[in-house]
C-alpha cells in the first residue's frame, strides 16, 4: 500500500482514453466514461448490440443482422460500442501496444458476461496466426481473456484453438468476403482437444464486425466436441452508433 502512495506520487494515474488524471489506475475518467457507448439495458442476446426501447424483460432479443445471418454460438454480449472513446480503447489495445487497457476491460468483460457464465465455461480466446503474433507480439483477445478469467475466477485456455492458416486483413471486406477468407482458417490445438471437448467455452474477442471471426472458432469448438460456445467481445461495429 506504502509503494502504491509513493508510486501515484511520482506517477499519477491517467485516464485511458485522454491521460487525464484520475483517482485510480486501469480507469477513465467522467469525460472519456460519458463518450464511451458501454451496451447497458436491452442487448441483442447474439451479438450483444443495444437495442434501445425493446422491452428488456423479454426472454430473447435478436437484432436484424442476427436474424439475417446464422450464429453457430449460443448468446452473446458486447461491452461497448466501436465508436467514441470506446474506438480509441481498442485501437489503443490492438495496435499501441497499450495491455494496460484489457486489464481494465476485465471487469467491464464480467459484467457485460454475466448472462453467460452459467456454466462454468472455459474462457478461450479467438487465436492469431504465429505469423501475426510475431509482428504483433501478443494477442490482443489472450490479454482480455485472461482480464476476464482472473476477474470471474474461471478457467481459460490461451492455446485452445490455432490459426491453421495465415489469412489477409479483414479491413476493406465486405460481409461475404469477410466469412470466405476465414473459411476453414480456425481448428481446435491437437494438444488441447482433450481439454475442450465436453466442456462449455466462451469465446473471446476485441471486435465483432460481421462475426466471420467468431464463428469461423465458434464452429472449431464445435466440431472439437466443446459446447455450448458463447461469444464475448469488447467493441461491437453497429450500424448508426
Known amino acids: 500500500m506504502i509503494l502504491q502512495t509513493v508510486l501515484h506520487a ?48 423479454a426472454e430473447r432479443l435478436i437484432c436484424d443482422e442476427c436474424h439475417a445471418i446464422a450464429r453457430p454460438w449460443a448468446q452473446g454480449r458486447a461491452v461497448m460500442h466501436y465508436a467514441g472513446t470506446g474506438r480509441k480503447l481498442v485501437l489503443g489495445l490492438k495496435h499501441a501496444d497499450r495491455a494496460e487497457i484489457a486489464r481494465a476491460a ?8 454475466a448472462a453467460l457464465m452459467q456454466d462454468d465455461p472455459l474462457i478461450v480466446p479467438v487465436p492469431l496466426h504465429w505469423r501475426r503474433l510475431a509482428a504483433r ?3 490482443q483477445a489472450a490479454l482480455l481473456a485472461k482480464a476476464l478469467a482472473e476477474t470471474s475466477g474461471r478457467d481459460w485456455l490461451p492455446d485452445a ?20 477468407n476465414l473459411d476453414a482458417a480456425i481448428r481446435v490445438n491437437p494438444r488441447r482437444a482433450a481439454q475442450v471437448a465436453g466442456r462449455a467455452v466462451l469465446l473471446v474477442d476485441d471486435v465483432m464486425t460481421s462475426g466471420a471471426t467468431l464463428s469461423a472458432a465458434a464452429q472449431a469448438l464445435l466440431a472439437g466436441g466443446a459446447g455450448p460456445v458463447r461469444v464475448i467481445a469488447l467493441a461491437r461495429v453497429a450500424r448508426d452508433v
Open 10 to 57: 511520482v506517477f499519477p494515474p491517467e485516464c485511458l482514453g485522454c491521460g487525464a488524471r484520475v483517482e485510480s489506475d486501469f480507469s477513465i475518467c467522467s469525460t472519456c466514461w460519458s463518450d464511451t457507448p458501454f451496451v447497458f439495458g436491452s442487448c441483442c442476446d447474439l451479438c450483444g448490440v443495444a437495442l434501445p426501447g425493446q422491452d428488456a424483460s
Open 161 to 180: 484453438l490455432i490459426r491453421a492458416r495465415h489469412t489477409a486483413s479483414q479491413d476493406g471486406r465486405d460481409r461475404e468476403g469477410r466469412f470466405r
Open 137 to 139: 507480439r501478443f494477442n
Open 106 to 113: 476485465g471487469p467491464w468483460l464480467a459484467r457485460a458476461g
